[in-house]
């Protein structure tokens, strides 16, 4: 083996392995399932307000329906919307996805399973605290919580808690991860268990930026212990976080497309060396790219937003490699079924196994959101698109579309894997991913379309906009046209997955994690792609390169003048 | 790429497996996606180039560095540049207006800005309270507004038009109905526009029409609901209404004009009616057709 020197520290102090028992495996279903339960309950509510969204901005307002349920405006269900399905089903589900993953991936249990359910305890506690103001009509800020528009002090704390409670599942992982590698010395890690640890590691630098804010301006202020806030600075820290959130939503559809994927298609991971090199270009370039999102603010030198513009370039990298490397390894998944020619090898892919079948209709919709977010960072484009339904049309490609679809596709083996039953069924669920496909394309692209040739406002009432014109009804037909499969598709979704926990048809062998193999075993993988210290000092040189000098300006010209406003 | 795919480089063979430490640090890269790796980079690389061309070559500026002030005082009298509205010649065919957005209720000041065609309007915006957004129709300004900040930008408007101005960051209840309009104006529109203002007095005085009213309540129905039967915590009912019922057409369109703020003692809803329900572009013709849809709601 050309890998024996990689882990030098721990030679010689190798420590006995340790394999899950069933009480182990047992213990770490119950963490996942209990996540992964709480993400889907959240994605019923949040998807439900987004149809009323649709149906508001096409003409048809139906928000009287809800105010029974004390949801009193379209901004509050928009709140709902964005905080339940962008922050809360996201989190949820990535780590309880991640916590079946690691232990199935390494083969070993949790090193502190207490930590793990410590970190469930405080994400859970967290979630209620900030729903409760939420409900109550007392923190509709949108998911953003831009001040000085000023929410409940719990609704802040409820969701430091949820970062903190997912920082704890992360030490978690990464005890576990240092025992592995101390009882497996001289082995490389696992790309499934390394790139888990690599997305959590990415996820503790950037929520930095997001605990300053809570803690440093927007708790006291709420709390009322500071009278004023300032909200360039408080935008600033929020974006620090912003962007490699996206990442953090990104990263775990990775994982599964790369790792996963080619194995439910008979494929192998055709390179692991980019595979394991896209991961850490993530950890390096996700977080210093943040300006990009206030290209059109005050106060921020140019300089700076064309220095982010340009690293932004250099994060699309790392996606170009993965678009690669991950059709090249279910090419070959196709070419084994059977597949020919140039192309035709398509149709040998995996179509009728509801589980891959949404995952690559995911990787079709995340082309299209991907080129999208190029232009929105490009320092010189973005000024046609900002805060227009351009905006919300790319992102329901990427977190609505590459992520949320590829979670369902992943539900698809992880929720029988879990509960040993049946999926309730093959067909509906197939009919799900396609449909959501489908209302995805037209709702985007309605909304892309909207925004960048009419320039209609995001995040706008817009059926009450006295400003909407005529011009802007056909494609808001279109969106409400692709709103409509979206709400047949989540119907069938949470049919599926209620379906399948119900069942009484029980598996009738249980299912394992697919688990990709890399096509070249005997291809060496360089030592420096097993080795964290350059990637994760790297990343926070390059953060602090980044952002230092202006968050240091920012802190240091801070002005907290804003007085709270509830103005909702 | 299907020859390359079929049998994998490196085949375990046992005596072929190359020395340890030869290619130990060495990332093997398959030809296509070497190819795909240096197409991948020329299209970033050129990605960039344009990016670059755009901001200097063609000038495309974002907002920087302007100026902070305190957002408490920014629409206090003798305090701030803000606190009036503002639009002021500075040179030939060279405008500026100061704009200053404001929740509750959702408007800009000035929220109508004449300018003649051709001419150049520089804009200093910020806010007195939340954040704000700034989009000019047509145009390539779009930009936040910020309390504590001003935002500074620029555009040439060489057609004559109504350029709607939109705030576009979520601000409050009101966010959908805050917008302006900028009215860029030939030399025979800014005459026709004072012989219309003098015939609007004439019909302010006059009776309005209830049909085209009614398509002009559409907007009031954001609160007041389509057939002016009330919104709860938004619009109070106008239907038999005794408020109505108490004043002329003159009263009620001067009352409409002025909207009901917060703090008004009479304001019994709990929320602000913004000026012209939030639509500066109602003149008072509009109005009075209004008011004269409202009349035919009440039926006692």
């Given at each position: 083996m050309a890998v024996q020197n990689l882990t030098m520290p721990f030679a010689g102090q190798a420590a006995v392995p340790v394999t899950p028992t069933q009480a182990d495996l047992a213990f770490t279903h119950r963490l996942a399932g209990w996540n992964i339960g709480i993400a889907i309950s959240a994605l019923s509510i949040g998807v439900t307000l987004g149809v009323f969204q649709g149906l508001e901005h096409a003409g048809i307002n139906l928000y009287s329906w809800l105010i029974p349920l004390n949801i009193q405006s379209y901004y509050q269900g928009l709140t709902l919307h964005g905080v339940l399905n962008a922050l809360v089903w996201t989190t949820f589900f990535i780590v309880g996805f991640f916590t079946y993953a690691l232990v199935h991936s390494l083969n070993r249990p949790l090193r502190y399973p207490q930590v793990n359910q410590a970190g469930l305890i405080i994400m859970g506690v967290g979630l209620l605290m900030a729903a409760v103001p939420i409900l109550l009509n007392q923190a509709t800020v949108l998911y953003t919580f831009y001040p000085p528009l000023q929410a409940h002090w719990a609704f802040y704390i409820g969701l430091t808690l949820v970062v903190v409670g997912s920082w704890v599942v992360g030490y978690g992982f990464f005890f576990t991860l240092y025992a592995w590698r101390k009882e497996h010395p001289g082995e490389r890690q696992p790309f499934i268990a390394l790139t888990i640890a690599i997305t959590m590691a990415m996820w503790q630098i950037a929520t930095i930026g997001v605990a300053i804010e809570m803690l440093g301006l927007l708790i006291p202020w709420s709390l009322g212990l500071v009278a004023g806030t300032d909200p360039l600075l408080a935008r600033s820290l929020f974006w620090f976080f912003g962007h490699p959130l996206v990442y953090f939503w990104l990263l775990p559809a990775y994982i599964s497309w790369y790792g996963m994927l080619p194995k439910q298609t008979e494929g192998k991971m055709f390179s692991e060396s980019l595979a394991r090199l896209a991961f850490w270009l993530f950890l390096l370039l996700s977080t210093p790219v943040g300006f990009h999102h206030q290209f059109a603010d005050p106060g921020i030198p140019p300089t700076w937003k064309f220095i982010h513009s340009l690293l932004t370039m250099g994060v699309g990298f790392p996606s170009m490699l993965t678009a690669f490397t991950v059709v090249a390894s279910l090419e070959l998944g196709a070419r084994a079924r059977g597949g020919k020619g140039y192309l035709g090898w398509v149709r040998r892919l995996a179509w009728g196994d509801p589980s891959y079948a949404a995952q690559n209709l995911a990787m079709i919709l995340f082309i299209f959101g991907g080129i999208g977010g190029l232009i929105n960072a490009s320092y010189s484009l973005n000024t046609t698109v900002h805060n227009t339904t351009w905006i919300p049309g790319h992102f329901h490609l990427t977190v609505g579309s590459a992520t949320t679809l590829t979670f369902f596709g992943i539900c698809y083996w992880l929720i029988p894997a879990l509960t040993g039953k049946k999926l309730f069924t093959k067909g509906l669920a197939l009919a799900q991913a396609w449909t959501w496909f489908f209302g995805m394309l037209f709702f985007s692209n309605g909304y892309h379309a909207l925004g960048i040739y009419e320039g209609a406002p995001r995040r706008s009432m817009l059926g009450a906009a006295p400003y909407a014109t005529a011009a802007w009804q056909p494609y808001l037909v279109e969106t409400l046209f692709g709103v409509t499969l979206l709400l047949i598709s989540a119907i069938l979704f949470f049919t599926v997955v209620i379906g399948t926990t119900l069942s009484w048809r029980k598996l009738d062998k249980a299912i394992t994690m697919p688990i990709a193999e890399p096509y070249d075993p005997a291809a060496p993988i360089p030592t420096w792609l097993d080795r964290w210290g350059p990637w994760l000092y790297g990343a926070i040189f390059l953060t602090l390169a980044s952002y230092g000098p202006m968050l240091f300006n920012l802190f240091y010209h801070m002005q907290l003048t804003s007085p709270g406003f509830k103005v909702w | 790429m299907s020859d390359a795919l079929h049998q994998p480089p490196h085949q375990p063979t046992g005596e072929q497996t190359p020395d340890p430490m030869a290619g130990h640090e060495a990332l093997h890269i398959d030809r296509y996606e070497s190819l795909w790796i240096r197409i991948s980079m020329t299209t970033l690389a050129v990605f960039t180039v344009a990016v670059i061309y755009a901001?200097?070559?063609?000038?495309?500026?974002?907002?920087?560095?302007?100026?902070?002030?305190?957002?408490?005082?920014?629409?206090?009298?003798?305090?701030?540049?803000?606190?009036?509205?503002?639009?002021?010649?500075?040179?030939?065919?060279?405008?500026?207006?100061?704009?200053?957005?404001?929740?509750?209720?959702?408007?800009?000041?000035?929220?109508?800005?004449?300018?003649?065609?051709?001419?150049?309007?520089?804009?200093?915006?910020?806010?007195?309270?939340?954040?704000?957004?700034?989009?000019?129709?047509?145009?390539?300004?779009?930009?936040?507004?910020?309390?504590?900040?001003?935002?500074?930008?620029?555009?040439?408007?060489?057609?004559?038009?109504?350029?709607?101005?939109?705030?576009?960051?979520?601000?409050?209840?009101?966010?959908?109905?805050?917008?302006?309009?900028?009215?860029?104006?030939?030399?025979?529109?800014?005459?026709?526009?004072?012989?219309?203002?003098?015939?609007?007095?004439?019909?302010?005085?006059?009776?309005?029409?209830?049909?085209?009213?009614?398509?002009?309540?559409?907007?009031?129905?954001?609160?007041?609901?389509?057939?002016?039967?009330?919104?709860?915590?938004?619009?109070?009912?106008?239907?038999?209404?005794?408020?109505?019922?108490?004043?002329?057409?003159?009263?009620?369109?001067?009352?409409?004009?002025?909207?009901?703020a917060l703090d008004d003692p009479a304001n019994t809803s709990g929320i602000a009616m913004p000026p012209k329900g939030g639509n500066p572009a109602l003149s008072d013709g509009d109005l009075l057709d209004i008011v004269a849809f409202i009349r035919t709601l009440q039926t006692q």
């Amino acid at each position: 083996m050309a890998v024996q020197n990689l882990t030098m520290p721990f030679a010689g102090q190798a420590a006995v392995p340790v394999t899950p028992t069933q009480a182990d495996l047992a213990f770490t279903h119950r963490l996942a399932g209990w996540n992964i339960g709480i993400a889907i309950s959240a994605l019923s509510i949040g998807v439900t307000l987004g149809v009323f969204q649709g149906l508001e901005h096409a003409g048809i307002n139906l928000y009287s329906w809800l105010i029974p349920l004390n949801i009193q405006s379209y901004y509050q269900g928009l709140t709902l919307h964005g905080v339940l399905n962008a922050l809360v089903w996201t989190t949820f589900f990535i780590v309880g996805f991640f916590t079946y993953a690691l232990v199935h991936s390494l083969n070993r249990p949790l090193r502190y399973p207490q930590v793990n359910q410590a970190g469930l305890i405080i994400m859970g506690v967290g979630l209620l605290m900030a729903a409760v103001p939420i409900l109550l009509n007392q923190a509709t800020v949108l998911y953003t919580f831009y001040p000085p528009l000023q929410a409940h002090w719990a609704f802040y704390i409820g969701l430091t808690l949820v970062v903190v409670g997912s920082w704890v599942v992360g030490y978690g992982f990464f005890f576990t991860l240092y025992a592995w590698r101390k009882e497996h010395p001289g082995e490389r890690q696992p790309f499934i268990a390394l790139t888990i640890a690599i997305t959590m590691a990415m996820w503790q630098i950037a929520t930095i930026g997001v605990a300053i804010e809570m803690l440093g301006l927007l708790i006291p202020w709420s709390l009322g212990l500071v009278a004023g806030t300032d909200p360039l600075l408080a935008r600033s820290l929020f974006w620090f976080f912003g962007h490699p959130l996206v990442y953090f939503w990104l990263l775990p559809a990775y994982i599964s497309w790369y790792g996963m994927l080619p194995k439910q298609t008979e494929g192998k991971m055709f390179s692991e060396s980019l595979a394991r090199l896209a991961f850490w270009l993530f950890l390096l370039l996700s977080t210093p790219v943040g300006f990009h999102h206030q290209f059109a603010d005050p106060g921020i030198p140019p300089t700076w937003k064309f220095i982010h513009s340009l690293l932004t370039m250099g994060v699309g990298f790392p996606s170009m490699l993965t678009a690669f490397t991950v059709v090249a390894s279910l090419e070959l998944g196709a070419r084994a079924r059977g597949g020919k020619g140039y192309l035709g090898w398509v149709r040998r892919l995996a179509w009728g196994d509801p589980s891959y079948a949404a995952q690559n209709l995911a990787m079709i919709l995340f082309i299209f959101g991907g080129i999208g977010g190029l232009i929105n960072a490009s320092y010189s484009l973005n000024t046609t698109v900002h805060n227009t339904t351009w905006i919300p049309g790319h992102f329901h490609l990427t977190v609505g579309s590459a992520t949320t679809l590829t979670f369902f596709g992943i539900c698809y083996w992880l929720i029988p894997a879990l509960t040993g039953k049946k999926l309730f069924t093959k067909g509906l669920a197939l009919a799900q991913a396609w449909t959501w496909f489908f209302g995805m394309l037209f709702f985007s692209n309605g909304y892309h379309a909207l925004g960048i040739y009419e320039g209609a406002p995001r995040r706008s009432m817009l059926g009450a906009a006295p400003y909407a014109t005529a011009a802007w009804q056909p494609y808001l037909v279109e969106t409400l046209f692709g709103v409509t499969l979206l709400l047949i598709s989540a119907i069938l979704f949470f049919t599926v997955v209620i379906g399948t926990t119900l069942s009484w048809r029980k598996l009738d062998k249980a299912i394992t994690m697919p688990i990709a193999e890399p096509y070249d075993p005997a291809a060496p993988i360089p030592t420096w792609l097993d080795r964290w210290g350059p990637w994760l000092y790297g990343a926070i040189f390059l953060t602090l390169a980044s952002y230092g000098p202006m968050l240091f300006n920012l802190f240091y010209h801070m002005q907290l003048t804003s007085p709270g406003f509830k103005v909702w | 790429m299907s020859d390359a795919l079929h049998q994998p480089p490196h085949q375990p063979t046992g005596e072929q497996t190359p020395d340890p430490m030869a290619g130990h640090e060495a990332l093997h890269i398959d030809r296509y996606e070497s190819l795909w790796i240096r197409i991948s980079m020329t299209t970033l690389a050129v990605f960039t180039v344009a990016v670059i061309y755009a901001s200097t070559a063609m000038g495309i500026q974002l907002p920087g560095m302007h100026m902070r002030l305190d957002p408490r005082v920014v629409a206090t009298p003798g305090m701030s540049l803000f606190a009036e509205p503002k639009v002021t010649q500075i040179g030939d065919g060279e405008y500026e207006a100061y704009i200053r957005a404001q929740a509750q209720p959702w408007i800009f000041t000035p929220s109508e800005i004449h300018i003649p065609v051709g001419a150049k309007l520089t804009l200093y915006i910020t806010s007195q309270d939340v954040q704000h957004g700034f989009h000019i129709d047509r145009t390539n300004v779009n930009v936040m507004v910020l309390p504590g900040q001003v935002t500074k930008t620029a555009a040439r408007f060489d057609k004559p038009g109504v350029y709607n101005f939109i705030c576009h960051e979520y601000c409050g209840i009101g966010h959908h109905t805050m917008f302006g309009q900028i009215i860029v104006e030939t030399p025979e529109m800014i005459a026709e526009a004072t012989a219309t203002a003098e015939a609007e007095v004439a019909l302010a005085t006059g009776v309005g029409n209830p049909e085209k009213g009614q398509a002009r309540f559409a907007l009031c129905a954001g609160c007041h609901g389509l057939g002016g039967e009330g919104v709860k915590g938004l619009g109070k009912p106008l239907v038999d209404s005794a408020f109505v019922a108490g004043r002329t057409d003159a009263e009620l369109v001067a009352f409409i004009k002025q909207g009901r703020a917060l703090d008004d003692p009479a304001n019994t809803s709990g929320i602000a009616m913004p000026p012209k329900g939030g639509n500066p572009a109602l003149s008072d013709g509009d109005l009075l057709d209004i008011v004269a849809f409202i009349r035919t709601l009440q039926t006692q």
